[in-house]
Structures are given as C-alpha cells and as structure tokens.
C-alpha cells in the first residue's frame, strides 16, 4: 500500500539494512550536517516502518519518512513524541493513530511533486487501515526562535490544539511561542516562507500544532507536536489527496 509511481518518483516500503542505511544517511544530512557523511539514529528505527521516495532510475532516496504505527490513543506513550510532549489528553481516541517522523527532503531538491507523493503513500495506509489521526513532531531547521516569529505568531492565532486534545509541556527546554506572541499579528508572506512545507500541509487540511515548541539541540531544529484528525479533513482536501493516491 506504501510503493507507487507517478510521474518522476516513486515510493516503497524499505526492506533490509541498506534501505535503512539509506534513510538514516539522508536525514544526516538533512538534520545534522549537511553534505556531510554520517547516519542519524536512534531507537525507535527499529520499531518503525521506513518509506523511501526515489527519482526514477536514481539510486539514492529523494526524501524518506518512518511511520509508527500504534492500536489507538492508549499507547501514544510509545510514540517518539512522548518524550518530548504529555499526550495523556489523546488517550481517549479509540480508532488506530499513526506516527510521522524523520520526514526530510534532499536539500538540492525543491520539486513539490516529492511532498506530494509522499502524502499519496500516506493517504493509501491511513484508508487501508483505519487510521483516526496522523500526528508527530514538526520540525523548523534552526533553534532560534526569533528566526520564526512570523510563523509561530501565526500558529498562536489560528491553529492552536483545542483545548481538549493540547499537549503539556515535559521537555526540558521549550519556548512558550503562545503565550509570548498572544494577539500579536502575523506578517503573512514572511509566515509562509518560515513554515516548513510539510507543517504548512497539515495546517491545509485542518491540523493543529502544541502552543509550545521544543528546542532539540541534538537535531539543531525547534519542533511543534502536529496533529491531524482524519475525519476533520475538509471533503475537497480528502479527494485531492486521493486524487494524489490514484
């Protein structure tokens, strides 16, 4: 459900050590240095399912992304997330939840049909299994909050959690983005270039984000919790995407 093709790229379930390797290479060089040689790990690898998208008749992955799933909100204390964010408010949702991490694109590719692709494959495992919510740690390339005012004043105005489903606060370093830019207006255009692409579809099709950020200074990036409930889709974003999986 995870492998297909359209137009340049496709996408496939990696299988072995190489494909890890590969993963793991391309989000040293995305996360950690790059142009650099190096592999990016860590313990939840072997607990998730690793996507690779590949240009046709190139060796090397374009982007990659892990997927963990779990049975429903009662065990989103496994998740990578956890760590950083008390999820105990999603305990309650019953349907099966699925966790997207470590998604990077090659730097020296700026296509948008890779995103698009990429969340083809993930439309098809969301429909094939059930899935009632998508959720994980957004990341923003940097641990300077200032470099993403615009961005997080817009977040705080528009696309706060609700109430009942926020994450609290357990990491040891975070910026209060919320409370520090409440009422402030964002700069609109300057917001959206700050956005990571990836944030920036989410908040498409109805995500919300913690009104915390967390300063992961082993990464050297600053992270939203994301999440995204699957019955909350607008109808004409659900088709587009399926459209996209087709």
Do not use: N
Request: hydrophobic content about 45%.
């Amino acid at each position: 459900m995870l492998g297909f093709e359209k137009g340049r790229y496709r996408t496939r379930l990696g299988s072995g050590p190489a494909d890890l390797r590969a993963a793991q290479q391309l989000r040293h060089r995305c996360f950690i240095a790059d142009g650099g040689e190096g592999l990016e790990t860590d313990t939840f690898d072997s607990a998730c399912l690793h996507v690779l998208v590949e240009e046709q008749g190139e060796s090397d992955p374009v982007a990659c992304f892990r997927l963990l799933p779990l049975p429903g909100g009662h065990a989103i204390g496994q998740s990578y997330a956890a760590q950083f964010y008390d999820l105990s408010a999603l305990a309650p949702i019953a349907q099966p939840i699925l966790e997207l991490g470590r998604f990077c694109i090659r730097p020296d590719r700026k296509d948008p049909d890779i995103l698009r692709l990429a969340w083809g494959a993930l439309t098809r495992f969301v429909d094939a299994t059930g899935v009632g919510m998508l959720f994980g740690c957004t990341s923003f390339h940097g641990t300077d909050p200032a470099a993403f005012r615009d961005a997080f004043a817009l977040l705080a105005a528009r696309h706060l959690a609700p109430p009942d489903r926020r994450p609290v606060p357990r990491a040891a370093e975070i910026h209060r983005y919320a409370a520090e830019l409440s009422g402030q207006a964002p700069d609109l255009r300057q917001a959206q270039r700050q956005l990571p692409p990836l944030l920036r579809t989410y908040l498409l099709m109805g995500g919300w984000v913690s009104d915390h950020a967390v300063i992961d200074r082993d990464l050297g990036t600053l992270h939203v919790f994301t999440g995204l409930e699957i019955g909350a889709i607008p109808e004409a974003r659900a088709r587009l995407l399926r459209m996209v999986a087709a």
